[in-house]
């Protein structure tokens, strides 16, 4: 009896070793090893989150920049008497508050000198949209990021299950470590592309959320700048 034990715990143990120590549990192995096609959706989930990270990046310096500047010259264009003693101060760090205060000053400038050219109004709208339309630019690619990265991840994993039954009906063999592998590749693309869909989710979201507050505040201060153009220009002409 205890010898029928001992032979039958030595002719496991070779086994067990084999699948511990083999590539089988090493995720890198797992991935190199792959099928083809897994491997191509592993490297597009990679290639949008390399992406996406970029812009949650450049656009967190973007608008934090963006929004303490503007903050700033919002206050010295109230503080200013006129809009001349805002030019008088000289140049500002650049900001979409100022950019849209510098395209209305160019106008009034060619009006006077040239008699021509976009009226002030037309100029400040189109400088307001076009900074605006520059916070924007890259956020939807973090809303298709999020909502593309399931899927592909998901069709990984069905391809990655289907290989696996295929596996079984070629050898006709069933045992974990034929198709525990098989399995295993179709679990880590849906995981990658979890890690690369939530990300870009969260920081879409709190990205529209921020351009939004900085568009109020840039429409609000193109209101009041073509006002204030009017009671210092216009009505005095």
Known sequence: MNIGIVGLLAQSAPVIESNVGGDETNLIALVLHADIVVQIMLLALVVFSVVSWAIIGSKHRQLKKARSRSKRFFKLFWQAKSIDAIVAKGSFRKSPA???????????????????GQTAEKEIRRTTEDEIAQMEYGVSFLATTGSACPFIGLFGTIWGILHAFWKIGRTGASSI?????????????????????????????????????????????????????????NSAT
Not at 106 to 111: A, E, F, G, Q, T
């Open 98 to 116: 100022f950019n849209i205060f510098k395209a209305g000053v160019d106008s009034l400038r060619d009006k006077q000198e040239n008699g021509s």
């Open 177 to 233: 470590a034929i198709i525990g592998p098989h399995i295993a590749e179709a679990l880590i693309s849906t995981a990658i592309g979890l890690a690369a869909a939530i990300p870009a989710v969260i920081f879409y979201n709190y990205y529209v959320n921020s351009i939004r507050l900085i568009s109020k505040d840039l429409y609000d201060f193109a209101e009041d700048f073509n006002d204030r153009i009017d009671r210092e220009y």
